[in-house]
């Protein structure tokens, strides 16, 4: 797996924001990298960037208000210095997105059938221009084909009573249904790299439920890289094969996913992983003080400084260096250093501080 | 512990179908549902989207007219109180929502928004400005925030303001509905933390509602699981979480994506249920859950279970019928009695 280039490899990516308040660097820095046939999760807090990643990675940011820097690159091509027709073929065609709004990512206008068959026939063949669309469009045989396609996938997704579906309207299905007919639309082309943005997250658990285990087949069944965002880590840990744990708009900290629940090694990642309430009923660890920071005036230092239980002198002031753990994983943190032997900080130290932790007054300037 | 602080007596609480002429039956949101909180407890109320936790809480503080049914608070009938009543319960029972934003006026400042429910309890003027920033400052925010509008605070910040603006009434039972789930796991932790601490101190009772299992596995005495208007289980959590009886809160339980091995040994063998939730107006025939329970036999569909006394809890499911040994039968397992069978 490790032998060959991976499928996408994001080096040095940041994106910036020119807003009424100042420039906002939302993301600052990140690498990652999906193998072939990989379950890669990009895993954190409302604000942590995750977002604005994946929208850098597929070019659905404008260019301004966005600055975009850094290589994204695609199966051995930088995506950056494609020209935007060649880029867009790519979209919905080697690369397929689903978004965490089922409902806002179909058109309510037009049928199921409809937008599933022009995905089928138009997909990956950029712009065809109003003439070609409209001869394939009403090219009964090219149209059945395409058709007889998104049947086979309604099926495939397990889409109860497809035929039906097919002219139903997205607002006559139930959030369940809209987010099969979404995962459908996704792999009609047989795209090599999946991005799912909290997919199914809208739904209650026991439908949501259905969605995971339904990827999860679908990522047996089918060759195919995925790169998931998700605030939740269960679902992380029971799709992905390697986790991003993303912060301030870096990246804290990397591993494979037994690894990160087990042995994780970033105080935030600790934190956070402390903080899940247990099914359980394992206590849980105070919670982390404050709150996101401020993308217009980020910290110093490391950007979780100001709410880690570790902070000192040396995290204000600088930029914390990538700490490797074995092959797969790395951290960064500056307390990494600290330890001679064993890993610095344990998770059992970082549960204590947070549990200790009193709730002290929140300070008003800079713990937003 | 002394007596029940609240008791909900099968309240019913029923839409009408919209429309003058419309002949659709009413929603059904909440149908029958009973419990008791006793003094300094929790109750955990969980139900998925459309179950009518949140309709319960409504009408037990009367902003819902109740249908039917009985609220007692502290041995008095509080069901559709008139205006002097009203006013007094409400100083006692307060509601914590889900949005902390919408519950701040965008254009009061925080002092202001905290003064109005200490005006409209008749604290006198002297002591409005001192109890304002004791309660900010027990929820955990300094003075600063007093002057501050709700857009500069954070989701975790804007709710502790809303805990604080509950307190400040010196509330005897809290009905928090869904107050963490608009936050982040690492602040939702921090609001659990102070909500059990000012449970302790001025000696709350509450009524936690959420979809959220693990949350009320950690913060609650007492579970009840709702689903179509019905509570279907309820009893202990430990004993609900180590040994869950109905099939609806089996499947909850086995669909949660946890982040431990050990959490695993919780989640019964996958019982998936079909489809999704059907509308509160469509309701099915006999037990709500038939058309989904995967254990479903022709006699679900055709009588409406009543609520067990199973052991440690209520169940509402026929299989329990003539106790636990009913539903290992329908899974066609041996029964192993009261022997937790998840762990």
Redesign the interface.
């Known amino acids: 797996m490790s032998d060959a280039a991976p499928l996408l490899s994001v080096r040095d990516l940041s994106v910036g924001f020119e807003g009424f308040d100042g420039y906002a660097d939302v993301v600052d820095g990140v690498d990652l990298t999906v193998e072939h046939g990989e379950v890669v999760t990009i895993a954190g807090?409302?604000g942590c960037g995750k977002s604005v990643t994946t929208k850098a990675i597929t070019g659905l940011l404008n260019e301004p208000p966005a600055r975009v820097d850094g290589t994204v690159e695609f199966d051995g091509q930088d995506l950056r210095e494609l020209p935007d027709t060649e880029r867009r073929a790519l979209n919905g065609d080697r690369i397929s997105v689903i978004f965490q709004n089922p409902l806002s990512s179909l058109n309510p206008v037009f049928t199921i059938g409809e937008q599933l068959t022009d995905t089928a026939q138009f997909g990956g063949e950029g712009d065809t221009g109003i003439l070609g669309y409209l001869r394939r469009r009403y090219s009964s045989t090219d149209r059945s084909a395409a058709r007889e396609r998104v049947l086979d996938l309604l099926e495939e997704v397990r889409m109860?009573d497809p035929e039906s579906v097919m002219d139903s309207y997205p607002s006559e299905l139930?959030?369940?249904m809209r987010q099969r007919a979404i995962i459908a639309q996704a792999l009609l082309n047989e795209p090599d790299l999946l991005i799912a943005d909290e997919p199914g997250s809208a739904l209650?658990?026991?439908?949501?439920?259905?969605i995971?285990?339904l990827l999860e087949d679908l990522i047996a069944k089918r060759d195919m890289s995925i790169l998931m965002i998700t605030?939740?880590?269960?679902?992380a840990?029971?799709l992905s094969d390697r986790v991003y744990i993303m912060y301030g708009g870096r990246i804290a900290e990397t591993a494979p996913t037994a690894e990160i629940?087990d042995t994780p090694h970033h105080p935030y990642t600790q934190?956070?992983?402390?903080?899940?309430?247990?099914?359980?009923?394992?206590?849980?660890?105070?919670?982390?003080?404050g709150?996101?920071p401020e993308y217009t005036d980020p910290p110093m230092g490391c950007r979780f400084h100001p709410r880690c239980p570790y902070a000192d002198d040396s995290c204000r002031f600088s930029e914390p260096a990538d700490v490797s753990f074995g092959e797969q994983a790395r951290s960064a943190c500056v307390r990494h250093a600290d330890g001679d032997g064993g890993p610095v900080p344990t998770l059992q130290e970082t549960k204590r501080r947070l549990s200790e932790n009193e709730?002290?007054?929140?300070?008003?300037e800079g713990d937003? | 512990m002394s007596g029940p602080v609240l008791e909900v007596e099968d309240l019913k609480k029923h839409f009408p179908a919209e429309g003058l002429f419309s002949s659709d039956p009413p929603a059904k949101a909440v149908d029958g549902v009973s419990f008791s909180i006793d003094e300094g407890e929790t109750l955990g109320l969980i139900g998925e989207s459309g179950s009518g936790k949140s309709t319960v809480a409504k009408t037990i503080i009367d902003i819902h007219e109740t249908t039917d049914g009985l609220i007692r608070f502290n041995g008095q009938d509080i069901t559709n109180p008139i205006r002097q009543q009203l006013a007094e319960m409400r100083s006692e029972i307060q509601l914590v929502f889900q949005d902390p934003t919408s519950c701040l006026n965008p254009r009061r400042t925080i002092r202001k928004s905290l003064l109005v429910p200490l005006k409209a309890t008749g604290v006198p003027r002297s002591e409005r400005e001192q109890r304002v920033r004791q309660m900010l400052e027990r929820v955990g925010l300094n003075d600063e925030y007093l002057y501050k509008y709700p857009h500069e605070l954070s989701g975790g910040q804007k709710q502790r303001v809303n805990i604080a603006r509950a307190l400040a009434v010196e509330p005897s039972l809290l009905l928090l509905d869904e107050p963490t789930s608009a936050l982040d796991v690492s602040v939702q932790a921090k609001i659990i933390s102070l909500l059990e601490d000012i449970q302790t101190e001025f000696d709350l009772t509450y009524l936690f509602i959420t979809h959220d299992l693990s949350l009320v596995r950690n913060f609650a005495d007492e579970t009840a699981v709702m689903y179509l208007g019905e509570i279907q289980e309820q009893g202990p959590t430990d004993r609900i979480f180590e040994n869950p009886r109905h099939p609806y809160t089996r499947s909850l339980l086995s669909s949660i994506p946890v982040t431990s091995q050990q959490e695993e040994a919780y989640k019964p063998d996958s019982e998936s249920l079909d489809g999704e939730v059907p509308g509160a107006r469509n309701m099915p025939s006999g037990c709500r859950l038939h058309p989904r329970c995967p254990h479903a036999t022709e006699d679900c569909a055709m009588r409406h279970p009543e609520q067990y006394d199973v052991q440690d809890r209520d169940v509402r499911c026929i299989a329990y019928e003539d106790g636990a040994e009913g539903f290992e039968r329908l899974r066609g397992r041996r029964p192993v009695g009261s022997e937790s069978d998840g762990s």
């Open positions: 807090e409302t109860p139930s959030g369940g209650d658990v026991t439908v949501h439920d259905e995971l285990s605030h939740n880590l269960g679902v840990r029971q629940f934190g956070l992983i402390a903080s899940i309430p247990r099914l359980s009923g394992e206590s849980m660890a105070g919670g982390i003080g709150s996101v709730p002290t007054l929140e300070r008003a937003r």
